[in-house]
């Protein structure tokens, strides 16, 4: 059997890809809009030795495997049994083929694989996990995300609207959610660049402190602020939310923090911002959840070795319990994982557009990391293999929530 036929079987033979390997074999759909192109034999030493989706991600990471194409296009091509895991025989059969070309097995891993030690959501691990994804370069987050720098769902007021009135939809969102006005007192804990602490503060003349675990996010965040002339009333430290000393806030945002927090923590993580909040004040908590319990919480795979060190992905059922074992009374929830999938297609579409600068900027290793990771999760949300929920909440004033009749927002 030919080496480009062991990679169509190792993908999918039904998937319309064409398939082109370094010995000169062929397989496929010749004229399908998407080439995968085996640079290397190393591919299938990455295959073969490695499970399913990992095994692809570390092959296209080292560049031994090409896809020729859109990436969204080639992943919604492949099976889910291909991203699961290929077939025990089959990887088998890749590694005797190594022989052939003498080389090492397994493949030695991308450099863009993160290496974490100590204690799994210790404050040190979590700040090394932060730094491997947030710390990479401020000038490639600007191309990615475009002028808001927010790295979080945007809600999309229609279907024709851009990613920046997008974005500053979901900001104004929250602030409405939370019943934000002028005078009151707002702690963003995982508050990235700061979109959401100088959203409230110009917006809505709240005194807002945003707090990151990434000092560049901080650094950035505080410069912005300074420039847009809200230094009175906004502030960002580089600091662990579990080490804010003020307390008595009228609000606390979490926005796409929850998935670094990890389920052993849930519960002193809501009774901590639980302890920020006066009694009546709110609490809004938007995050990437699972659609069920029934696969483990932590985020394995790609996900966990490129992209997300121990992030961990709870079901909105689970959040909700832990919201209310621990003191907060959950008012109103929604799931808007469609806008998630609109809101990385428009990021894959500017990572496109500013390829050959992010390659530059960041290294081929990790602009491919982005390229496969944004494509990827843009076909998880439409599928509804992950979601997104905004869970909020109030911490009572004895029997008094303080809440309006029916939304407001």
Known sequence: MELAEIFERAIGRDAP???RVFDGSRAGDPDAPVRVVVRSPLAMSHLASAPGELGLARAYVSGTLDIDGDMYTALASMSAA????????LRLEMAARLGAYRLWWPAPRPPAESRLRGRRHSKARDRDAISHHYDVSNRFYEWVLGPSMAYTCAVY????SSLEEAQWTKHDLVARKLGLSEGMRLLDVGCGWGGMVMHAAKHYGVRALGVTLSRKQAEWGQKAIAEAGLTELAEIRHLDYRDVAESGFDAVSSIGLTEHIGKANLAGYFRSLHDKLRPGGRLLNHCITRPDNAAPAKVGGFLNRYVFPDGELESPGRLVTAMHDNGIEVRHEENIREHYGKTLAAW????????DESVAEVGLDRARVWRLYLAGSRLGFERNTVQLHQILGVRPAGTESGMPLR???
């Open 82 to 89: 291909t991203l699961e895991g290929i077939p025990a025989k």
């Open 348 to 355: 894959c579409d500017n990572l496109d557009t500013r390829w």
């Open 17 to 19: 890809l064409e398939f």
């Open 157 to 160: 007021p229609d279907a024709g």
């Open 407 to 409: 939304p407001d927002w």
